[in-house]
């Protein structure tokens, strides 16, 4: 199917590769299906990739594994909340954190907060609010990022 993107054009999607939220995420609640896009001319995954919404093209969030800026990320979340993604299990979980990028990139930060859960089998997702009370809305990453790269170039 071809959709429209806000970073990369109209691109082919199989359909396979769609992620549905059926309570949408946070502040975009009318919008319930979603892929997960990156730049495929490098020859590695890249650190930064993009929720791309089905739905708005131009709704586009830049998300990043979160054991790339902490390793030892582990969020509690009710069971109930997870429940309608199906059977989660460490093979099919992904995480996925918000990535906010101001002007000044040295600021960039990531929510710990609130984090996509995915279940790569179900192809179903949630965004939900972790009751860990040490993570932060606002946890900079900026350098932590340019420590895993290698000191290569944050590319987002």
Not at 44 to 70: D, H, M, R
Request: glycine share 6%; aromatic share 8%.
């Amino acid at each position: 199917m071809l959709i429209q993107t806000k970073h990369f054009g109209e691109i082919d999607l199989d359909e396979s590769k769609i992620i549905t939220f059926d309570q949408g995420i946070m502040g975009f609640e009318e919008y319930k299906q979603y892929t997960i896009l990156y730049d495929i001319e490098d020859s590695e995954k890249p650190t930064i990739s993009w929720l791309q919404s089905i739905e708005e093209p131009g709704l586009a969030l830049p998300v990043i594994n979160p054991f790339i800026v902490k390793p030892d990320y582990n969020p509690v979340v009710e069971d109930e909340l997870l429940k309608p993604l199906g059977g989660i299990n460490e093979d099919n979980l992904v995480l996925l954190l918000t990535v906010t990028v101001p002007t000044d990139i040295t600021k960039m930060s990531v929510n710990l907060k609130a984090p996509f859960i995915i279940n790569g089998d179900t192809r179903k997702g949630c965004q939900a609010i972790v009751e860990n009370q040490d993570y932060e809305i606002k946890y900079k990453v900026y350098d932590i990022i340019q420590k895993s790269k290698g000191r290569e170039k944050v590319k987002c």
